[in-house]
């Protein structure tokens, strides 16, 4: 259960991070920050994957 809530937390946070990226308009400014802005979207679409995985493993028993 508790990897179920961590999972849609990770889907909510990473999906909200590529909305405010979207509604922005992308990685802004020159060099570091742009490079900062460009790593947080690869979390997000981690952040995004990762948690669809876990809501996705909702009937296994851990020892199968």
């Known amino acids: 259960m508790r990897n179920r809530i ?8 990473g999906g909200l991070i ?6 922005s308009g992308g990685p802004q400014g020159s060099g570091s920050y742009a490079a900062g802005q460009t790593a947080a979207l ?7 994957l990762v948690g669809g995985y876990y809501l996705m493993r ?6 199968k």
Request: aromatic share 14%; hydrophobic share 65%.
């Open 18 to 23: 590529l909305v405010n990226a979207y509604l």
């Open 6 to 13: 961590f999972g849609a937390i990770g889907v909510i946070w």
């Open 42 to 48: 690869v979390f997000a679409v981690l952040l995004v």
């Open 58 to 63: 909702v009937g296994r028993k851990p020892g």
